[in-house]
């Protein structure tokens, strides 16, 4: 069963529009990566192209990659939001996409479906947003936010060459 979803995946990718680029991080994601952001995201009720973005944002698709500030893998999770989310190897595709999905998914909830809520929060962590809401001014946080959201777009045109959706609501 993975391996056909993977083949869909990777057939699908193969005959896009051509008139619809690819993202840029797509010849840097492995079928494994991409076959569980989808099914984490779609067991969460989450759009696949926001995990997708913030995977594209958080580390390129690297697996192994290791922020200054110690983040962790695909999606960048630092060591004690692995443990809070259940991540036993944050390394491990799989544990450290489940992880960082099942945040995404708590974020989610908390922020009631407002994606530039919750991925303020993902970057910064959920206190400063829910103190601030939106009037949160940090530089930083706007800067990602505006990235993710540049990202999740392009994701959302490639993947739906005939709609376009922003994370605004």
Known sequence: MKQALIFLLLFATAFAPAAVAA???L?????????????????YHLPPELVEAIITQESGWN???????GALGLMQLMPATAARFGVQDPM???????????YLAFLDQMFDGDLRMVVAAYYCGE???LHSGLEYHNGDVIAYVSSVEKQYEREFEFHHPDSRKGIHP
Request: charged fraction near 20%; avoid cysteine.
């Open 92 to 102: 491990s595709i799989e544990d450290n996409i489940g992880g960082g999905v099942r």
């Open 127 to 129: 206190g400063p947003i």
């Open 27 to 43: 010849q840097t994601r492995s079928p494994e990566a991409v076959y569980y952001a989808n099914a984490y995201a779609n067991h």
């Open 23 to 25: 993202p840029r991080s």
């Open 63 to 69: 697996r192994t990659a290791v922020s200054s500030k």
